[in-house]
């Protein structure tokens, strides 16, 4: 086997290791009786390289001044690049920042910077040191005016006039994404305790909110809605939508109710004592302990028996059986004493079911728990809102590196989306019954425009932006396992002398066997 390559390949893991045919036949040898010859693709030695590479752009709001006067949509940001010499000697270069807003040039800015050669020290195999390849670098910040968010931002960072051999990385683009609020839907009778948080400033900037009467899911206009994918989140207070056909194609939230097939147990729990059986779970995050929470009641649910009865009779059903069910995990975030379900996450398909057994206004319209007196409560809130909601308020970086899928989620009740790549090629992507939109085609590195069914438009970039490849020099020896090949030289092979050894053993008994018979007729 002939390997053309520069050798910069990521260290392979032990899973990737595991999968050689060597490894599973348990030779001790990593590469087996594989005759690997390896050839450089370029010219060895450091002083043949001659690149300068932008390995890093990013962009973080800056806001020096009270954190509480901070407006999520205009923003001054700071933006990061960071540039390495890959020389054998210093260099100069000029590094450019162009913001563009509407593909127009609002606001450029340039940066001299004096970068330091790089350095190599050389590894010793017998004292398990590996080679150190340090480029020179420099990181710059820039930190920009105010500008609109919302108005199709784009950073181009750029290398003057480099001269080097490498072009693909002299230049990088960021494209910077608006705040994504949830559009949320609360489904219910009225709730002065929903309504106090999502009726507050902050969680306007969050979340866009509906709300529909529970005699509403009956109509044909919630179930047209409801499949339409609308909505990020849909709230259920006290009510169910009639069944799993019903359900929206969203995440969602049942307070005192549970999501179809299941039912809502009529056994009640009395004064539950709330624990937090997942602590680490993303709604509980910055919520240490519940155990001040108070509740007069909630209802008992058992994943099996809170089922319903024409849904649990598919259970049994034999393997293969076309109509056979299988139940979904059930997370469980609170419990009460014994183990009882207080608090339970269901993924359905890509959504997921957040349930709460417990209310927080009763069904004859009574307060039934003092949480909203806890500070927990409106941080349970905010946690749902950024993880079912998926609300995303930081300054988002819309960028991958080629090969890399790009996953877009623009807000809910987006249905198509028309990628225009840098040479031209047009790409239509559906959302089906998924959340979000998947862009595979990223081999090319540019700016890619996003025209989506509302008629707004939207931008994403490809980078590089990756310091193994910038780096030029191949590599004189590569590492497979605890093997080393280099190139231009043959692997010696082991010899197999257990086939010497066998036919010998043979001949050996042959003779044996034909002394004996001589003696046996004499």
Sequence with gaps: VHLIS????????????SNLAARQAGSARMLGNLDLRYHLAGKAGAEHVNNLGIVMLNALRYNPGDPKAVNLDVARLQVLVRVQNFRNQPAQARLRLDVL?????????????QLPKRTLTKGDREADTE???????ATVPFILPAFDLRDNLVLHAYLENPNDDFPVDDEAWLAIGAVRKAKVLIVGPNNAILDAFFNQEAAQRLATVERLTADDLKKEAYVKRARSGEFDLVIFDRCHPVDESEMPQANTMFIDDVSPPWQRGQEPVKNPFLLVSRKDHPVLRWITTLYDVGMSEAFLFHPEKSLDPKVKEKLDL???????????????ILEAGGGVPM???????????????????????????????????????????????NVDDAVRVLTVQPGEPMVLRPEAGIQKLTIHGPGGARTVLERGNRPDFIFADTEKIGVYKVERDDGATRWFTVNLLDSGESNIQPKEEITIGSEHVTAGEERRQPRELWKWILTAAIVLLLLEWQVYNRRVAV
């Design 6 to 17: 520069d050798g910069r390949y990521a260290p392979l893991s032990e899973t990737a290791l």
């Design 101 to 113: 807003q509407n593909s127009k040039l609002v606001h450029p800015e340039q940066k001299l910077l």
């Design 131 to 137: 080679d150190r390849d340090e480029p020179g670098e």
């Design 318 to 332: 034999p393997e293969g059986d076309p109509q056979r069910r299988q139940l979904p995990p059930v997370t469980r």
């Design 343 to 389: 608090m339970f996450a269901v993924q359905r398909g890509s959504y997921t079911d957040l349930v709460l057994t417990f209310p927080l206004i009763d069904r004859k319209g009574f307060i039934a728990t003092d949480w909203y007196r806890q500070p927990s409560l409106p941080l349970f809130f905010r946690n749902v809102l950024y993880m079912l909601g």
